[in-house]
Structures are given as C-alpha cells and as structure tokens.
C-alpha cells in the first residue's frame, strides 16, 4: 500500500522557473514531512522538513507547503538552477516512530 | 564527521552467491536503518536497529536476507542465495535518538547475474 504518493514522476523546466512537487498522505498519524534530494550515485540527503503544525516553511531558495486539512505537501524551488537538476523525494513519519514513508521520487531537470 | 560509511561501491555475484553488505553509522547515533532502491519500488526500509538490537525487520523480502549490527559502529546486511532480482542499490542510514532527519550513506550497487 502506498502511503504517500508524489507528483509528478519526471519535470522539466527552464533555468530561473518555479519547479513544484506535490505529495499526497493518508495517514493521519504522519506528523513530519521532509524532503530529500539525491544526486545520481548518491544517498539521498535531507533538503527541507516541515511538521503540520505550520502551513509553510522557507530554507533559501526551497519553500514547503503544507496543507494539513487536505493532506497534501509541496516542494517548490524558487529560481531553479541547473545544480538542482536531481532526484527529489517526499517522505512521512508518524508520530513517535522511525519508519520513513517515501514518495516514489521526481526526478527534476533544470535547463539552461 | 566522514558520514555513514557502506562498502562496497558496487559488488557484482553470481546467482546463488552470498553477498555482504557493510555500513559504518555516524558516530554517536543510535539507530541504523537499511534501505533498497529500485526503479519499480523505490525506497524500501528493509530493518532498523536501536542501540544494535533489531528493531522491525517487516521490510525484509525473505528469510534470504539477514542483518546483524554487533556494536555500534558496524552493521551488515546478508543475501544468501543471492538472486537476479535482488538487483538494485542498498542504503544504510542512522540517526539521533528523538531526531527526525535520516543521514544516508553513498551505497551499494548490487548487481546479481
């Protein structure tokens, strides 16, 4: 059973644009949202996180927003550069717990 | 801190072979985790270990597969017999007690023939 599902699979957008990666949860318990980011042959590694208790949380260039009541969360890249070209994944935590849930990824591709 | 730490790179075996797979956590941190990626599954957590006891293996695909974590600092995660759809990338990370965030090592590309 897929607990978080992300769209879209694969994007592609010009150098300076808005790329937006969206995640849909059903588990209620889910109470920490991150986002990871994996450069081929790398681990992915920790970009952003959010909990529910907030709607939108701002690290530079990369904004989360959250939407607890429709269960949803979204990645956006502000000014995208080429070195943001990679993989992105969404993933939930419940509440308590130490089991991930991953989104299947987006794999993003920012062109000059 | 040189992070977590898998060896090897890429190993490539034959069917029917054992395969080891190595991770040295960052230290300090008291939970392990591995995980495979694929491109039909994704990321999948296999096992996850607190202060080096197993913690939920429900993510192991068979009883093919084991993990051990005999201290701290070293965990190993075994395929025996390995099989051609064992194929794919394994991660080992781990975290801070009542920390959230998961450092992943580079991992293992596993290649079965």
């Known amino acids: 059973q897929q607990q978080v599902k992300q769209s879209p699979q694969s994007l592609i957008v010009q150098k300076g644009g808005i790329p937006i990666i969206n995640c849909a949860y059903e588990n209620t318990a889910f109470d920490y949202f991150p986002w990871y980011q994996q450069f081929p042959g790398k681990g992915p590694a920790l970009l952003i996180a959010?909990?529910?208790?907030?709607s939108e949380k701002k690290e530079g260039r990369f904004t989360i927003s959250f939407n607890k009541s429709a269960k949803q969360f979204s990645l956006h890249i502000m000014d995208s550069q080429p070195g943001d070209s990679a993989t992105y994944f969404c993933?939930?935590?419940?509440?308590?717990?130490?089991?991930?849930?991953f989104g299947t990824g987006t794999q993003l591709k920012v062109e000059l | 801190d040189a992070g977590v730490i898998q060896s090897p790179r890429h190993e490539v075996t034959e069917m029917g072979q054992e395969v080891t797979l190595r991770c040295k956590p960052i230290s300090g941190h008291d939970y392990l985790f591995w995980y495979r990626q694929t491109m039909m599954r994704g990321l999948e957590l296999l096992i996850y270990?607190?202060?080096?006891?197993?913690?939920?293996d429900s993510g192991m695909p068979e009883d093919r597969f084991s993990a051990k974590m005999p201290n701290a600092s070293f965990s190993t995660l075994k395929i025996q017999p390995s099989e051609p759809r064992d194929s794919a990338v394994y991660f080992c990370?781990?975290?801070?007690?009542?920390?959230?965030?998961?450092?992943f090592g580079p991992g293992t590309r596993l290649t079965v023939l």
């Open positions: 993933a939930a935590l419940p509440g308590g717990g130490n089991k991930l849930t």
């Open positions: 959010i909990r529910p208790d907030v």
């Open positions: 270990f607190n202060n080096n006891v197993p913690i939920d």
């Open positions: 990370a781990s975290s801070l007690v009542n920390t959230d965030t998961q450092y």
